[in-house]
């Protein structure tokens, strides 16, 4: 196996924001982000005072949400969000950009709006991860300028997707791909090596997982956390780490 346990692990931030959670659920979920000593838990805002508490000397991060799901907060209420967050103690700051400026080209406004936000996590110490929610953004030329203005607004990391972008067709019925093959390593290929990868949606087994290191990124939002890394230990035990197959989308457009 051509990565270990903690390099699996230390990819995955544990995600617990589903929009049912409750104050049991967010327990069981730090104890079960640091049982498995994964890089992180990604927590609604609220909830960040009581996870720094629950995952104190772990090694576990604490991670929250700003402008989530669909970024269309002001920017000062995201700068805002990022200032309350890192003093209840989050140490990473997953932003969700405008989507509907991003679609106006108002280029300007997108930067200036993670540049905010990452001013103020940098105050207090904190990493930026800027999400794209790439299933509502039509072209790749959108993505790969979304990539530059996060380089320059000095963001720690690019992200796919939120895990909840559903997109409605025609037919009312609503699709979601979240992380593709296609747009990790689109991403991956229009950043530099200081900016990190970080996929959200559809990764929910081990293969998968490992297709994401293996394109470049180096963390993983999850909500399957205990089932791929139990895979992962039952296939070191029995030695069958043979090519698996994976469930990760291609997309592309």
């Given at each position: 196996?051509?990565?270990?346990?903690?390099?699996?692990?230390?990819?995955?931030?544990?995600?617990?924001?589903?929009?049912?959670?409750?104050?049991?659920?967010?327990?069981?979920?730090?104890?079960?982000?640091?049982?498995?000593?994964?890089?992180?838990?990604?927590?609604?805002?609220?909830?960040?005072?009581?996870?720094?508490?629950?995952?104190?000397?772990?090694?576990v991060k604490v991670g929250t949400v700003v402008g989530f799901p669909h970024g269309g907060n002001t920017t000062e209420c995201k700068r805002y969000e990022t200032e309350v967050a890192c003093r209840d103690g989050a140490t990473e700051i997953d932003m969700v950009i405008n989507l509907g400026k991003a679609l106006s080209g108002d280029w300007e406004y997108v930067e200036q709006d993670i540049r905010a936000v990452v001013v103020e996590a940098h105050r207090h110490g904190a990493i930026v991860k800027v999400i794209f929610e790439n299933d509502f953004l039509p072209t790749d030329e959108l993505k790969v300028r979304l990539c530059q203005i996060c380089e320059r607004a000095e963001a720690e990391f690019v992200k796919t997707s939120t895990g909840y972008g559903f997109?409605?067709?025609?037919?009312?019925?609503?699709?979601?791909?979240?992380?593709?093959?296609?747009?990790?390593?689109?991403?991956?290929?229009?950043?530099?090596?200081?900016?990190?990868?970080?996929?959200?949606?559809?990764?929910?087994?081990?293969?998968?997982?490992?297709?994401?290191?293996?394109?470049?990124?180096?963390?993983?939002?999850?909500?399957?956390?205990?089932?791929?890394?139990?895979?992962?230990?039952?296939?070191?035990?029995?030695?069958?780490?043979?090519?698996?197959?994976s469930s990760l989308g291609t997309g592309g457009y």
């Open positions: 196996m051509r990565y270990s346990y903690e390099d699996l692990a230390g990819m995955i931030d544990h995600s617990l924001l589903h929009p049912t959670m409750t104050d049991r659920d967010l327990e069981a979920g730090c104890c079960l982000a640091a049982q498995y000593r994964v890089a992180s838990v990604c927590i609604k805002p609220y909830a960040v005072k009581k996870a720094a508490e629950l995952l104190q000397g772990t090694g997109v409605k067709g025609a037919d009312g019925k609503y699709t979601y791909q979240g992380a593709t093959e296609h747009d990790l390593r689109l991403m991956r290929a229009n950043c530099s090596p200081k900016v990190q990868v970080k996929a959200a949606g559809g990764v929910r087994d081990l293969d998968a997982l490992i297709q994401v290191r293996d394109l470049g990124g180096t963390r993983c939002g999850a909500t399957a956390t205990a089932t791929m890394l139990e895979e992962y230990k039952k296939r070191a035990a029995t030695g069958a780490f043979g090519a698996g197959s």
